[in-house]
């Protein structure tokens, strides 16, 4: 399973636009991209997964390049709530290999 | 349809006592995952399990841990003997399929506290 580099933190306003990277160098070819969002005392939730170019659902937009080393996730105008810490995961999670690998994410803080 | 239910919320074991977790998945989910979170880091697999059934157990520790999911009932997290370095939250996720497509559910967790 490709190991995934992320920001420890990230600071933001409410109504601004917050882009997280994530680096995945070793990417492997049957590899997707997952992103989850947890806040305190609960579990964390999906938020959303993609393999190529971009994808959007009513959450995020993840951009991920033609080399797929990296991908971004994008939210659009967050506001206080959004914040969370939020983990890149990178796998096939195809059988035996079933199993997340999650880092220690990027906590973002949303101000007023 | 109700998510992923774990009980309880919150579990306090005395040194030397046993705990036991429970997890039911989503309806029409046969995957389930265990996973060990302690305070300011990342989750830890632990354990994958399908109906009777455990895939990989990896991230588990060799002595006291065990787990199981019955064809009935909800899948169950057993820590023998608890000592003071497994408090930590503990929690369950299941998916219909390997995750790919969907994603993975996760319940709320139990915060387990040794004293």
């Known amino acids: 399973l490709a190991k995934t580099t992320q920001p420890i933190s990230m600071d933001s306003y409410e109504g601004q636009e917050v882009n997280i990277t994530c680096s995945h160098n070793n990417i492997a070819t049957n590899d997707y991209i997952t992103w989850y969002q947890q806040f305190p005392s609960q579990g964390p939730r999906f938020i959303i997964q993609?393999?190529?170019t971009k994808v959007t659902n009513e959450v995020a937009s993840l951009f991920i390049p033609a080399d797929r080393k990296s991908s971004t996730l994008s939210l659009p105008r967050v506001s206080l709530s959004d914040t969370a810490v939020y983990y890149c995961?990178?796998?096939?999670?195809?059988?035996?290999?079933?199993?997340?690998?999650f880092g220690k994410g990027t906590k973002l803080s949303v101000k007023p | 349809n109700a998510g992923v239910m774990q009980n309880p919320r919150h579990l306090v074991r005395r040194r030397g006592q046993e705990a036991r977790l429970r997890c039911s998945p989503m309806?029409?989910?046969?995957?389930v995952y265990w996973y060990r979170q302690l305070p300011e880091e990342g989750l830890k697999f632990m354990v994958y399990?399908?109906?009777?059934?455990?895939?990989?157990e990896s991230g588990m520790p060799k002595e006291r841990f065990s787990a199981e999911f019955p064809k009935e009932g909800p899948s169950i997290l057993r820590i023998q003997q608890v000592v003071r370095g497994d408090s930590a939250a503990y929690f369950c996720?299941?998916?219909?399929?390997?995750?790919?497509?969907?994603?993975?559910?996760f319940g709320s967790g139990t915060r387990l506290t040794v004293v």
């Open positions: 993609g393999y190529k």
């Open positions: 309806k029409g989910h046969s995957h």
């Open positions: 996720a299941s998916s219909p399929e390997a995750g790919r497509t969907y994603g993975y559910t």
């Open positions: 995961l990178v796998g096939d999670y195809r059988g035996s290999q079933g199993n997340l690998i």
């Open positions: 399990l399908q109906k009777e059934n455990i895939i990989d």
